[in-house]
T-cell receptor, first 110, second 114 residues
Framework: GENVEQHPSTLSVQEGDSAVIKCTYS??????FPWYKQELGKGPQLIID?????GEKKDQRIAVTLNKTAKHFSLHITETQPEDSAVYFC?????????FGTGTRLQVFP | ETGVTQTPRHLVMGMTNKKSLKCEQH?????MYWYKQSAKKPLELMFV???????ENNSVPSRFSPECPNSSHLFLHLHTLQPEDSALYLC?????????????FGPGTRLTVL
């Protein structure tokens, strides 16, 4: 079955700096890769996703890249702000199931 | 109410109690999911319901019993739980089928088993 690994587990950056979170997956049949943001006391919320026929997608300060050959994908947040502080989860979709990474706790210091 | 709602938000129960978690979605979806979220572990898929039929049971102990009376409501009945069952239980919904259907999550129920 699919296995998703996510790094780092914690990430601290200064406001205005960039943050990068990386994930790898094992099953080449996975074809959809969403990223979720979970704030304290809330459920995960989708912030961006990418399909396997696309190499990069950008939405304002957030971008995701996908390397199908290497089976890894990354989340890039530019010009970070304190409200970006949360836990971020990557996931890979495989046969109608989402397999999640273990999460990255991002802290943005003012 | 919009989106996915869950009640209660917090629950403390003893190992001999019986309780139920409730989830309701207002998005017109036809699939609903229960996940368990424990510290430093990936979200664990427990059950999937599509069109009110259970399509997935990920080797979950029988002390967890799901119920989906209609496409908008999902319950998780709990009995004789163990302390290691303490976790955040998340409900999600989506359109079932196809490869790219976004799952919308509720806020979760924080369960503590004493």
């Amino acid at each position: 079955g699919e296995n998703v690994e996510q790094h780092p587990s914690t990430l601290s950056v200064q406001e205005g700096d960039s943050a990068v979170i990386k994930c790898t997956y094992s099953d080449s049949a996975s074809n959809y890769f969403p990223w979720y943001k979970q704030e304290l006391g809330k459920g995960p919320q989708l912030i961006i996703d990418i399909r396997s026929n696309v190499g990069e997608k950008k939405d304002q300060r957030i971008a995701v890249t996908l390397n199908k050959t290497a089976k890894h994908f990354s989340l890039h947040i530019t010009e970070t702000q304190p409200e970006d502080s949360a836990v971020y989860f990557c996931a890979a979709r495989n046969t109608d199931k989402l397999i999640f990474g273990t999460g990255t706790r991002l802290q943005v210091f003012p | 109410e919009t989106g996915v709602t869950q009640t209660p938000r917090h629950l403390v129960m003893g190992m001999t109690n019986k309780k139920s978690l409730k989830c309701e979605q207002h998005l017109g979806h036809n699939a609903m999911y229960w996940y368990k979220q424990s510290a430093k572990k990936p979200l664990e898929l427990m059950f999937v319901y599509s069109l009110e039929e259970r399509v997935e049971n990920n080797s979950v102990p029988s002390r967890f019993s799901p119920e989906c009376p209609n496409s908008s409501h999902l319950f998780l009945h709990l009995h004789t739980l163990q302390p290691e069952d303490s976790a955040l239980y998340l409900c999600a919904s989506s359109h079932f089928g196809g490869s790219y259907n976004e799952q919308f999550f509720g806020p979760g129920t924080r369960l503590t088993v004493l």
